[in-house]
């Protein structure tokens, strides 16, 4: 039996166009969760795995499958479908899964021959089972998996083509951002995989550069930290030789410990959801989490700097709080802060989170011919109405804020600042100058979205 298990591409995303900007290729990381359906997969199933972030195949000429399997952020969905209905044209059995097809079950299932909602690790395999029998369910209810039972990806299948690897290690996040489609899909419930689990698994990635995929790497209280430099510290004894980049929140600045643990474990960048600039912000998006007691941001990003890392720091424009001139005030709070990169973003409702539900109710998602919509829902385009921001002035903010951030002057400032502090400055290089690249590159598809939209 033959599997074939795609990541569909989106042309609309930046990061993705790799030949238009070779610094890409520092950003783009392994499809983990076709590679852990891989682990989940038994040995008598030959498994194809396909990342159209790399390349489109033909896929007529590749030996014929008895089931695929796709996976799809919301902005992936549209190109989803496409292939779903390609390969049912076949007769070619599809099965979709990921966050877009759990919250948009009756969409998806209109669209292919059976969903998988939620985790997948409780039903796998009798998803494989019922495809092998040709009696495929309509929809597998996943439910939140054993984090001892996750199993292995697997890391061989996708064996050349990226700088960076990929890694999963918690499950979850304690946080409850408007914007976040996360405690919906994984809960809130924040699950630890065992630490030589985890390890073991460190050590059969190729890559020496990795991407911790987790959403929230170190947590929010102390056992979590305790996990965290439990990880670090048997990662730090197993001498794996590698690098990696995780997603935190500001909160790893308060324990010195763990910021040296994980400097020594290979950690050279933390990203780091800075959201808003002001106190209105962050209460519109439930992230009064970043200045609670006080918190002297500038200071918390410097002690994670001390120690050799990196942070990059995303902030989001197009709240009900922002107003003409967002865009220097992010700028300048970045610039403020000392982040080594910028990450803006427009406000996008995202399906199962509160924000989609308020907009939805308030008649304020701007787009939504769906499913060919969803193409939009990037993060990168304005997809709803702004409550002080018309599109064009909210194009505007955005443009004005990496702008500022990315000049050359700047860029080279922030290079001389990693030189003296030896923050891995090439990798700092050449992410500044991808967002760089990738702003020219949105500016130019959002012409031709103003256009079309």
């Not at 292939?83 to 669209?111: K, N, P, S, W, Y």
């Not at 061989?156 to 960076?164: E, I, K, M, P, V």
């Not at 509160?354 to 701007?366: C, D, H, P, Q, S």
């Amino acid at each position: 039996m033959r599997l074939c298990l795609i990541n569909p591409g989106n042309p609309l995303v930046s990061l993705a166009k790799v030949k238009e900007s070779r610094w890409n290729k520092y950003r783009v990381w392994k499809p983990l969760s076709l590679l852990s359906l891989a682990g989940l997969t038994s040995s008598d199933w030959d498994i194809k795995v396909v990342d159209e972030n790399c390349g489109v195949p033909d896929y007529a000429s590749l030996p014929r499958p008895d089931l695929v399997g796709i996976t799809a952020f919301s902005s992936q969905a549209p190109r989803a479908y496409q292939l779903a209905e390609e390969f049912r044209r076949r007769g070619i059995a599809v099965v979709m899964g990921g966050i877009h097809a759990t919250m948009c079950l009756d969409e998806a299932q209109e669209r292919v021959d059976a969903v998988v909602t939620g985790e997948a690790e409780n039903v796998w395999a009798t998803v494989l089972e019922d495809a092998r029998k040709g009696a495929l369910k309509r929809v597998y209810q996943g439910t939140e998996a054993a984090m001892d039972k996750v199993p292995v990806a697997r890391h061989d299948l996708l064996s050349t083509g990226y700088r960076f690897g990929s890694i999963q290690t918690t499950r979850g996040c304690p946080l409850s951002c408007s914007f976040c489609s996360v405690p919906a899909f994984n809960g809130k419930t924040y699950r630890f995989r065992p630490v030589e689990q985890v390890v073991k698994e460190f050590q059969l990635i190729r890559e020496k550069l990795i991407l911790i995929t987790d959403d929230n790497l170190i947590g929010i209280h102390r056992d979590h930290f305790d996990r965290a430099k439990d990880l670090f510290k048997t990662m730090i004894r197993a001498d794996l030789g590698k690098q990696w980049v995780g997603q935190v929140s500001i909160n790893v600045a308060d324990d010195e410990e763990v910021l040296r643990l994980a400097k020594r474990s290979g950690c050279i960048g933390l990203f780091i959801g800075l959201e808003s600039p002001t106190e209105e912000g962050l209460a519109e998006v439930n992230k009064k989490f970043n200045t609670r007691g006080g918190r002297n941001l500038k200071a918390s990003v410097q002690r994670i700097q001390r120690q050799g890392i990196a942070v990059a720091g995303s902030f989001i424009i197009g709240l009900d709080a922002d107003q003409k001139g967002i865009g220097r005030k992010v700028a300048a709070a970045a610039q403020h802060y000392g982040v080594d990169l910028l990450n803006v973003l427009f406000l996008t409702p995202l399906p199962g989170t509160r924000l989609w539900n308020k907009m939805e109710t308030e008649n304020r998602i701007a787009l939504h011919n769906f499913p060919e919509d969803w193409k939009y829902f990037t993060l990168t385009y304005p997809v709803a109405r702004y409550r002080n921001l018309s599109r064009a002035e909210i194009f505007a903010e955005v443009d004005s804020c990496n702008r500022d951030f990315y000049s050359y002057p700047r860029i080279f400032y922030r290079l001389g600042m990693n030189l003296w502090h030896s923050r891995n400055p090439f990798l700092l290089l050449v992410s500044n100058l991808s967002y760089r690249k990738n702003h020219r590159l949105d500016q130019k598809a959002y012409k031709i979205f103003s256009l079309a939209a």
